[in-house]
């Protein structure tokens, strides 16, 4: 499994998992903590992060594929959604919900295919179905875990701890996607060399064949 890879799984893992703190919950919280709450109000605003992503990725998806920026829009988006569950803490009706959860499919917009693109393109050759198993497991597994611990600190605890909890995990994702763009530039850096190198010699073989 090469670095790239490895790099891409961690860092989604944090963010995935870290959302798996407040997804069993946030519906609860809506209902019983927000001015204007309801199971209604709950599923509008699952509604609202689905079409905007659906809405920002498909145009989105074409420019990366064209760009060689892919890492740092990935970092863009990863912390667009890292600030979604800080915004939850002060949400004391249900619009500042609904707005957060356009800013969440704003970045789940530019992270979702940045991603895609760049796991797809690293994969080893020959090890792909494992790799695909290797992510699923260990999101499947870590969801698993946090799901438990969300309800459990917002049964017990505050519901706001939570939330902390999830963005600083989301934050976490986001900055060792910062290790990888730093790897990638160093990459295109040392292409570039190799390419300008390239032309050098082609020019100094050509004034020596003339």
Known sequence: MNRTIKLLM???????TGFGLIDPILAIFIKENLIGGSIFAAGFAST?????????????????DSHDDKVKWLIVGTFLISMVPFLYIFARDIYLIYLAQVLYGVGAGFASPTWLGLWTTHLDKKHE???WSIYSTSVGLGIAA?????????????????????GIMALVGCTILLTLEKEEEEKRKLKG???????????LMHKKHH
């Open 146 to 166: 946090t799901a438990m611990i969300g309800a459990t600190i917002a049964e017990y605890v505050e519901f706001s701890y939570t939330f902390v909890l999830t």
């Open 129 to 131: 179905s494992f790799e």
């Open 193 to 203: 060399m190799e390419t300008e190198h390239y032309h050098s010699r082609r020019k």
């Open 10 to 16: 961690i860092s989604d893992i944090f963010l995935v």
């Open 48 to 64: 609202l992060f689905l079409v905007t992503k659906s809405i920002v990725q498909l145009p989105f998806s074409k420019y990366v």
